[in-house]
């Protein structure tokens, strides 16, 4: 069993991949709006990969004999002011969710859970990743954002991403 607070942080941390889901999901959508595939298909990508990091909670708490809460998400819709936009926010985002993470393993620590703490590792691997992806968006986005063949051949690039499942298990 865990502890109660590692439950409640766990559950909440569900409802904040989710919501990462949703708010990149929202993001393709503005960029599928400018016709910007390339984008749209690396948030879409993105989205899958915090559905999965979702699971990996609900599947640990499981997995410890706890019910999972799957509270209300908010709406994620925002308006950007340009095709940068949604690039700083993304990174905003992931520094959220790292500081989210770190505060779970935090209270681990405190608790002596050992086993979360371990659970957690591929988290804290998994963010540092994350947010240097959201940073090489908006280096690539600075250097050759502003011509309209680069950004046309950087949105081809951003075409090939695929989804790989999470290389965690358990
Ligand atoms: Fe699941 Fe982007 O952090």
Do not use: C
Request: proline letters at 3%; glycine letters at 2%.
């Amino acid at each position: 069993m865990l502890d109660t607070s590692i439950v409640k942080l766990l559950n909440d941390q569900i409802n904040k991949e989710f919501y990462s889901a949703y708010l990149y999901l929202d993001m393709a959508d503005f960029y599928a709006a400018k016709g910007l595939l390339g984008y749209e298909n690396w948030f879409k990508v993105q989205a899958q990969e915090e559905m999965a990091h979702a699971m990996l909670f609900r599947q640990y708490l499981l997995n410890n004999g706890h019910p999972v809460e799957l509270n209300a998400l908010a709406n994620p819709t925002k308006t950007y002011k340009d095709n940068k936009a949604p690039l700083e926010e993304a990174l905003k985002h992931e520094q959220f969710v790292t500081a989210s993470i770190n505060s779970i393993y935090e209270e681990a620590m405190t608790r002596k859970d050992y086993r979360t703490l371990q659970f957690l590792d591929w988290f804290v691997k998994e963010q540092g990743e994350e947010e240097m992806n959201a940073e090489d968006n908006i280096n690539k986005y600075n250097l050759f954002g502003s011509d309209a063949k680069a950004l046309y051949m950087l949105d081809q690039e951003l075409k090939a991403r695929v989804f790989n499942p999470p290389s965690l298990v358990i």
